[in-house]
């Protein structure tokens, strides 16, 4: 799941956000994060903890996006949701948009 009042896109074009992901077993991740449309790369700044907190991540360098099965949530936000046809969206409202529709208008959906 993605934040959408964390949501937003810079005039870099660089979207960043809050993700939460909850397993099967109810365990969750929260982080802050940032996706880089035109070099299709992703950055973790923060760790989100139970108490509230952020830490600082330790490693927080720019990394290529990979459709693979351990991170598939950041191949299908970047193709579906945040960077259609490799392109920053325009604003945060456009952001926000996409996110209520479930996916890009210029994606086909399925």
Known sequence: MVDSES???GNDG???FTLVIVSSAGAQNVSY???NCLTSERRLYALGHSDKTWS????????????NTVNRHYAELYT????PIGLPLRNTDEARQVLRRGGHPSIRQH
């Open 56 to 67: 600082r991540a330790r490693s927080d360098q720019w990394l290529k996006i990979r459709d």
């Open 80 to 83: 579906n949701y945040f960077c």
């Open 7 to 9: 949501l937003s896109v």
């Open 14 to 16: 660089v979207v960043r």
């Open 33 to 35: 994060e940032a996706m």
